[in-house]
């Protein structure tokens, strides 16, 4: 089965630069296509995807950019109870200007990273027992030469076990692990900035039930710095995704994360980010769909004593005219706080959107 689709975008942005005081407004077009192709034999499944983000400025056109991605991932069911997978891909970033340490300059346009990324996954489900082991590793890289202090190499593993304790609820604990490895060296100046943070967290995960799915889990974070000059330093960390259907035409969403992130910014030994979203959405007809959302993020520079925090507020509504037409129109505000007065902003963006699927 091979699945193409496209979507055609026009919105305004009055803060593209996500400046705190000289905002710069703008209308923006956006063309995404994607095709998926998927194939499925025995016990064997493969899955294919490519897709674009082509996007261009009406007036401040130093902000074109173009995004891409692939990926291909092959699926084996050894039996009923396992499974196998292996996943790779590419893909072409471009970083939002709204992101803790963006580019700030104007003369040039949006930060642009090439990263390949390979993934392995091992899935045992058996009555009560619960066995999951994940590996990834991948590379970013900066399209500027300029932008080589940010080129590093990321390897990452977890594993999570768990029982079943009622019905479809199943308690987990889970181990995990993230190797940094930058590719500039440290310097007599310059501390190397390679890393490993691990730890652990205990929870639980509900699958098999129509009205509650996903996953929550807390635990501790370790952060060990490659060079001694750094301390190393505990950290709370939390993984949630969890979506509660209490009416078959109504679902609630929520995502939480806190954990130890790569960092760049001069003088910063490390950042801590925490995020919290949660979604609701709603069919209000048979061919009308409705959304909304509230996010919160915060970002701590440790060494720097930068604190940022950035609320979101964002819904949309989205009319299906047809099997393979959509017609949409959404809305988003943002605004950041930091103790740091040349981080704040406030950023306000609506557009309207068709959807073509085939």
């Known amino acids: 089965m091979v699945y193409p689709a496209v979507t055609a975008r026009m919105e305004y942005d009055n803060n593209v630069y996500a400046d705190p005081t000289g905002k710069e407004g703008d209308l923006v077009f956006v063309a995404a296509p994607r095709i998926a192709a998927a194939y499925a034999h025995n016990n064997v499944d493969f899955h294919a995807q490519a897709e674009a983000t082509i996007t261009r400025y009406a007036r401040l056109t130093n902000e074109n950019s173009t995004a891409f991605s692939t990926k291909a991932e092959l699926g084996i069911n050894p039996s009923a109870v396992d499974r196998l997978s292996i996943a790779g891909g590419f893909e072409r970033i471009v970083e939002d200007r709204g992101v803790s ?36 590793a991948r590379t970013y890289r900066g399209q500027k030469q300029f932008d080589a202090d940010r080129d590093f190499n990321a390897y990452s593993g977890s594993m999570t076990v768990g029982t079943r304790v009622a019905g479809s609820l199943l308690a987990t604990a889970t181990g995990f692990v993230v190797h940094r490895d930058f590719v500039l060296p440290g310097t007599a100046v310059k501390p190397s900035r390679d890393a490993t943070t691990y730890g652990g967290r205990i929870g639980f995960e509900v699958s098999g ?57 001069l003088g910063a030994q490390a950042r801590t980010d925490t995020r919290f979203a949660l979604g609701v959405q709603q069919e209000l007809h048979h061919d009308v769909y409705a959304s909304a959302g509230v996010g919160w993020r915060e970002s701590r520079f440790i060494g720097q004593s930068v604190v940022e925090r950035t609320a979101t507020v964002q819904g949309e509504l989205e009319w299906l005219v047809n099997r393979s037409i959509a017609v949409s129109v959404d809305a988003t505000f943002a605004k950041r706080t930091s103790n740091d007065l040349n981080k704040r902003y406030d950023r306000f963006q609506m557009g309207t959107s068709v959807r073509l699927r085939f």
């Open 101 to 136: 340490e963006a580019r700030t300059g104007r003369t040039i346009g949006p930060r642009l990273q090439r990263s390949f990324f390979g993934q392995g996954r091992y899935h045992r489900q058996q009555g009560r027992f619960l066995f999951d082991m994940q590996g990834e």
């Open 209 to 265: 039930s129509a009205f509650l799915e996903g996953h929550a889990s807390v635990g501790v974070f370790r952060f060990d710095p490659a060079d001694a000059r750094l301390p190393g330093r505990t950290g709370l960390s939390i993984d949630a995704s969890i979506t509660y259907r209490p009416r078959r035409r109504t679902a609630i969403t929520f995502d939480a994360f806190r954990g130890d992130v790569a960092t760049f910014r």
